[in-house]
């Protein structure tokens, strides 16, 4: 499923935030990474489904008319 996991990098891109930003939220619980990768540095991996709630929480709220 790899191509569902997203870098840090990849979801700043899609959020319109920088990576630091990304690894903030994580810190904070925000974003949780799906996983890492094996390896000394265990680069991070974001679900696809949790960018995208990440993306309605976030999300503009539509103005409503009271004209």
Request: hydrophobic residues 30%; glycine residues 8%.
């Amino acid at each position: 499923m790899a191509g569902d996991e997203l870098t840090p990098s990849e979801v700043a891109a899609e959020l319109g935030v920088s990576p630091a930003t990304v690894r903030r939220w994580e810190k904070r619980g925000v974003l949780t990474p799906s996983r890492r990768l094996p390896g000394e540095h265990g680069h991070r991996r974001y679900s696809r489904s949790a960018v995208d709630a990440l993306k309605k929480k976030f999300a503009p709220k539509p103005e409503s008319d009271s004209d």
